[in-house]
């Protein structure tokens, strides 16, 4: 009996320190949050300790960090009556929750090679589809979806309570999903990055037949901030010896674990662009 309690002492002990020991790097901040230990605002590129003391400046805020371990992290105030809401401080290790990753690079979610898109369900998903920066591209099978004046692609969702309808452009058989253009509701431009309820239809004229193909929730992602996330990244990687390639892999499993699916040529080309760069 004795020797099971010393075990289990033990491994608590282990346990216990192990978690104390947790390094977050930070990548992204939203919101202002104070790392009282230090007595400095948090902000990209930091090195939190699990055992830090944090003061959110609203239950809003937020922090995206990874270990080194290499596992995503979302650190934010926790749904709980054990911390103290009046001042919103919480240590880092209990604030923090890991992000189950969808594994996209080895799954049917990340796929570069693509010539052209045959299923538009399966492409956009049902949750929520991203695209990075003003536009993307979409070559569709001429068999299954076939484009002309009076064949085309909608897009219809509700802004404000006000219904829209966008027809998407295109050129022969790739749409256009241009964000300014889905932005623009009743001639003012929503400042919103994301736009729920999105439902494609395939419409043709003159007999107005339509045909409902999904619903997700469309996200804009501003480029410029992602290539600042990614920047912040990469170092990490590449202190614990990866190589660019796993570096690529892990990247794309970022992005999609918090932003969505993509068009994965326009991600892997994204990608790719920063890596030069960071060299």
Not at 50 to 65: M, P
Not at 145 to 169: A, Q
Request: glycine fraction near 6%.
């Amino acid at each position: 009996m004795k020797t099971l309690i010393s075990f289990l002492g033990l491994f608590l002990a282990l346990a216990f320190g192990s978690a104390s020991a947790q390094v977050f790097h930070v990548v992204k901040v939203q919101g202002n949050i104070t790392n009282l230990n230090s007595g400095k605002t948090i902000k990209p590129g930091d090195v939190v300790q699990a055992k830090d003391r944090l003061a959110f400046e609203s239950v809003n805020a937020s922090i995206v960090a990874i270990g080194d371990n290499r596992t995503k992290y979302v650190i934010k105030m926790p749904k709980t009556d054990k911390v103290d809401k009046t001042n919103l401080v919480v240590l880092a290790g209990q604030a923090a929750t890991a992000v189950k990753s969808r594994n996209a690079f080895k799954s049917r979610a990340f796929n570069p090679d693509q010539k052209e898109v045959a299923d538009l369900k399966q492409y956009f998903g049902s949750e929520r589809f991203s695209i990075i920066g003003d536009q993307v591209n979409v070559t569709l099978s001429e068999k299954i979806y076939p484009l002309s004046p009076d064949k085309f692609i909608v897009f219809h969702y509700t802004v404000k309570d006000k219904s829209v309808s966008k027809k998407l452009g295109f050129d022969q058989q790739t749409i256009k999903i241009e964000a300014n253009k889905l932005k623009e509701v009743k001639g003012e431009t929503i400042s919103a990055d994301e736009i729920e309820g999105v439902v494609v239809y395939q419409y043709e004229m003159p007999s107005k037949n339509y045909s409902e193909i999904t619903t997700f929730n469309l996200l804009f992602v501003d480029g410029t901030a992602l290539t600042a996330e990614f920047n912040t990244i990469i170092p990490i990687l590449r202190n614990q010896k990866m190589e660019d390639k796993a570096i690529k892999e892990y990247l794309v499993d970022y992005y999609v674990d918090f932003y969505g699916t993509t068009d994965s040529k326009a991600l892997s080309e994204f990608i790719d662009g920063v890596l030069v760069k960071k060299a």
